[in-house]
């Protein structure tokens, strides 16, 4: 996975919440995938009544698997004290931001010089097109919605910019070969090296069965696979929410998979999903 498909699919489960409002109890579901977050932000559980704009931000870190890049907060202000931390911090509001980017707003900005006021709201940018933004947002008119600014409009606090190359990098990590350390020197005599077949002949099946290729998953999936990953992870311990396994790879799957990524220490999957090392613990552990 390259850094701009992984923004690209940060973009893609922001857009599916689009519509989730507080109203009729939609929003729960970003509420309770963010309370899935382990260890939670300063040990606070949030209810469906508090603001929760950060709250939608972290939520899709962890139903990506990337809070060690999008940084969790329930609180815009602490969010941009971990960016400051880790030095992914942009202050200048002139920036022209990148699909993934957190885009931060103060209200109380004058529009005069610098706004280095207390945050007040947060959202994911989506996309630029010319000098506008496109942007959804989490408890904007308590409901996901989208909005637009101008690049260096007022109210633009800064940027949090997740490291999604470094992101990127570690689900794609495979280790060197000559980080290995060198193998112990064998008596040439001692050596047997047997006869390795070009293919590989897997056993014959009863009539009517057939070998099948379980294919790689990813958020937006339905298929009778997905349905048997999410026994899978339901037999594990995992939630998958509500609806069970109803063979829909939606957010309640994809913050199970992500919590079942993280325990398992999964890294070498093409993608964030369930590839061939998910499935084989899926499976096997």
Not at 125 to 141: D, K, P
Request: proline residues 6%.
């Amino acid at each position: 996975m390259t850094e701009n498909e992984l923004r690209a699919r940060v973009c893609a489960l922001a857009e599916s919440w689009v519509g989730k409002k507080q109203a009729d109890g939609s929003h729960r579901e970003i509420i309770d995938i963010y309370n899935q977050i382990r260890p939670l932000p300063r040990g606070y559980k949030m209810t469906y009544t508090d603001f929760w704009c950060a709250a939608t931000v972290s939520a899709l870190a962890q139903a990506l698997g990337l809070t060690d890049y999008i940084f969790p907060e329930c609180s815009c202000d602490r969010m941009i004290q971990l960016y400051k931390q880790h030095g992914r911090w942009m202050e200048d509001d002139a920036y022209v931001p990148k699909p993934g980017d957190v885009i931060f707003y103060d209200w109380d900005d004058s529009g005069a010089g610098d706004n280095t006021g207390a945050s007040d709201h947060v959202g994911t940018v989506i996309s630029v097109s010319g000098s506008v933004i496109n942007i959804i947002e989490g408890n904007c008119g308590k409901a996901v919605q989208w909005t637009a600014r101008q690049v260096n409009g007022r109210y633009i606090r800064g940027y949090g910019l997740p490291d999604y190359a470094a992101a990127a990098s570690a689900i794609n990590f495979h280790e060197d070969p000559e980080d290995d350390p060198p193998a112990a020197e064998v008596p040439e005599e001692a050596v047997s090296i047997p006869d390795t077949p070009a293919t590989v002949t897997l056993p014959a099946l009863p009539e009517g069965w057939h070998y099948v290729a379980l294919p790689d998953l990813q958020i937006g999936d339905e298929s009778e696979a997905v349905r048997a990953a999410q026994l899978l992870l339901k037999g594990h311990g995992y939630s998958i929410g509500w609806m069970g396994a109803d063979g829909e790879y939606g957010p309640k799957t994809e913050a199970a998979v992500g919590k079942f990524r993280r325990d398992r220490e999964i890294v070498s999957d093409s993608v964030i999903g369930i590839g061939p090392e998910a499935w084989g613990k899926l499976i096997c552990d």
